[in-house]
């Protein structure tokens, strides 16, 4: 089974921009769930989605925002782009949403912001 | 709220064993897990516990005691290839089941 992927894999962007995140989960997963993390905060959740609902949320403003299509596929946007949002964005995918079933990370989107 | 507390940074050496403790606080916790992750690279699943005691894989075990609001990751036969950071992550029902992570411990392994 081909893992979970995400694209681009490197963004530059401008204070003020706005940008889409893509990741494909693993085939037959249907919970997306996307995470920051930085040196200094760690892995913050962002948001959890399954079969195109989504379940939660974490703290973050409303500048980011996701959906999931009925292909499972999940993207994110962040407008507005301040510097404070750079970081790697990780999407992680599982068969199951909550409980024990474990989640399987891609390789993550590095996103600087100048 | 949730608080989830590591140890920064530890340092064994090959072939010894380390234990790599995690504490939490939540309110309807709802599993454990613990993460490796490399530099540079994403996070791999290691364990996972959801009822007290130990869950045994191969070099690999984790404890947990609800009651106490702990876990620790016991590493054996340490490799270098297992320096890295580990992280410990926490379900918590009261915040949707969404998974809170701890800041990690970065696992030193010198010769």
């Known amino acids: 089974k081909a893992g979970v992927t995400q694209t681009p894999r490197y963004l530059i962007k401008t204070r003020g921009q706005q940008v889409t995140l893509s990741c494909s989960p693993i085939?037959?997963?249907?919970?997306v769930s996307w995470y920051q993390q930085t040196p200094g905060q760690g892995l913050q959740f962002l948001f959890e989605?399954?079969?195109?609902?989504?379940?939660n949320k974490g703290n973050f403003p409303g500048r980011f925002s996701g959906r999931q299509f009925s292909n499972s596929r999940s993207e994110m946007n962040v407008s507005t782009l301040e510097l404070g949002d750079s970081a790697l964005y990780l999407c992680?995918?599982?068969?199951?949403?909550?409980?024990?079933?474990?989640?399987?990370f891609g390789p993550g989107t590095r996103l600087t912001v100048t | 709220g949730q608080n989830i507390d590591q140890p920064t940074e530890m340092t064994a050496t090959e072939g010894a064993i380390v234990q790599i403790n995690c504490t939490y606080q939540?309110?309807?916790?709802?599993?454990l897990f613990w993460y490796q992750q490399h530099a540079g690279e994403a996070p791999t699943f290691l364990s996972y516990?959801?009822?007290?005691g130990l869950e045994e894989k191969g070099r690999f075990s984790s404890f947990l005691s609800r009651s106490k609001g702990y876990s620790y990751l016991l590493l054996k036969e340490l490799q270098m290839k297992d320096s890295a950071s580990y992280l410990c992550?926490?379900?918590?029902?009261?915040?949707?089941?969404?998974?809170?992570f701890g800041a990690g411990t970065i696992l030193r392994v010198k010769s």
């Open positions: 085939s037959g997963h249907r919970s």
């Open positions: 516990n959801v009822l007290d």
């Open positions: 992680a995918s599982s068969s199951g949403a909550g409980g024990g079933y474990e989640q399987y």
């Open positions: 939540t309110s309807g916790f709802n599993g």
């Open positions: 992550a926490v379900r918590d029902q009261e915040y949707g089941n969404k998974l809170v």
């Open positions: 989605y399954f079969s195109e609902t989504q379940r």
